[in-house]
């Protein structure tokens, strides 16, 4: 059970959320990627892919080595801020970059979400350590409910797919970390009212 735990922790982290949630959207939301072609639609998961994963993961590895984090895994509420800061400034980046390509509106908001999530996260964790894992996947399920009711993707199954999965990785959390049940409660209501605010009402705020 504790090994299974693990995995499904590697396999849903919150580095991978990002680029999942933009899959997902791009695959069950047509009007999203309508200006987009398969190549351009790629290089767009590819772009967030560099810098929502590769970038911050290097960075981590370079504190590792530098002594400054213990593990990859941050065991401590201290241990977060300085990579948590960090990723914050990637994902900045990776909206900038987002917003100068022919995007949907929606997904703009999407990312603008996840950015805000993540910031919520940084400042919460200056504080109180809160589970970084359910900020992500509570963002997507986030993100599938707001655009199923902005435009009726009658995509209940998908739904309740990433629901279960919250649930299994919220239980896979409190069984190998240290975290508290408030925290990974947290995580996810954090992370999935973020998204969801964003995608809801980001693309009728008048810039």
Known sequence: MHRAARLLSYALHPLLMPVLTLWLALELDLQLGYFLDERSRWMVLAMVGLMTIAFPLTSALLLVRAGLITSLEMPTRRERIAPFA??????????????????????????????????????????????????GIGGCLGALVALNTQHGLGAFIPVCIVLILAGALGTARLLTSDHTSAQVYAGAALGFTSVFAAVMWMPRLPF
Request: hydrophobic share 60%; proline share 4%; charged share 5%.
């Open 86 to 135: 960090m990723t914050v400034l990637y994902y900045g980046m990776t909206w900038y970059l987002l917003s100068r390509s022919p995007l949907h509106p929606l997904m703009l908001a999407l990312f603008g979400g996840a950015v805000a999530a993540l910031l919520l996260t940084t400042l919460i964790t200056l504080r109180w350590k809160v589970s970084a894992h359910m900020v």
